[in-house]
């Protein structure tokens, strides 16, 4: 079993849309949780990320942590185009590692 | 503009051919990574290094090699390669020790072995 499961996708909604991107993760030593954002043919570059349980907003974007079910959500509101990427879920604990999820990939259609 | 310089951005190597594919970060990092990421397989930690002069194997170090002379530098190398190696390759850095551990990524280096 992998240590990060990611919801594999792909997904594609209409612009407007909330969006719900969803992983589980089987090590409770996990501290940070993080949302990477990869364009096509481009690096994963960091979206945000959270420590412990608990919420992040940044625009319209909220990250959710629950320590208690081992779930790491993102929530796009209003979704638009520009959103179109693949989306990785990680994970990292106090020996600096971090874990990945496969990645979602989402297509915002105008 | 600080980040991670990643060479070359694509190449096609006959098997059994040595390649050498370069990274440079200058944001004075301590660690850096090398991934590979597969279609169906996510990013897969190849090598790493804490610090300047050491290294550590990831989940997929077969085949490749590293070194770490300076803080800057962390070259990933394919002896011999095989088919099997054909991937996407990014270079990452942090700097550890700073909590999150947030990972900054090169853009990447597409590699084909026929």
């Known amino acids: 079993q992998k240590e990060v499961e990611q919801d594999p996708g792909p997904l594609s909604v209409p612009e407007g849309a909330i969006v719900s991107l969803n992983c589980t993760y089987s090590?409770?030593?996990?501290?940070?949780f993080m949302w990477y954002r990869q364009y096509s043919r481009k690096g994963p570059e960091l979206l945000m990320y959270?420590?412990?349980?608990g919420n992040k907003e940044d625009g319209r974007f909220t990250a959710q942590v629950d320590k208690s079910s081992k779930y790491i959500s993102l929530f796009i509101r209003d979704s638009q185009p520009s959103d179109s990427a693949t989306y990785l879920c990680?994970?990292?604990?106090?020996?600096?590692?971090?874990?990945f999820g496969d990645g979602t990939t989402l297509t915002v259609k105008p | 503009i600080a980040g991670i310089t990643q060479a070359p951005t694509s190449q096609i190597l006959a098997a059994g051919r040595r390649m050498t594919l370069r990274c440079t970060q200058d944001?004075?990092?301590?660690?850096m990574y090398w991934y590979r990421q597969d279609l169906g397989l996510g990013l897969r930690l190849i090598h790493y290094?804490?610090?300047?002069?050491?290294?550590g194997k990831g989940e997929v170090p077969d085949g490749y090699s590293v070194s770490r002379a300076n803080t800057d530098d962390f070259p990933l190398t394919l002896a011999s390669a095989v088919p099997s190696q054909t991937s996407v390759y990014f270079c990452?850095?942090?700097?550890?020790?700073?909590?999150?551990?947030?990972?900054?990524f090169g853009a990447g280096s597409r590699l084909t072995v026929l």
């Open positions: 990452a850095s942090s700097q550890q020790g700073s909590g999150a551990n947030v990972l900054t």
């Open positions: 990680a994970t990292t604990h106090n020996a600096g590692k971090s874990t």
């Open positions: 959270t420590y412990s349980s």
């Open positions: 090590n409770s030593a996990f501290q940070y």
């Open positions: 290094s804490n610090t300047a002069g050491t290294t």
């Open positions: 944001m004075r990092h301590n660690a």
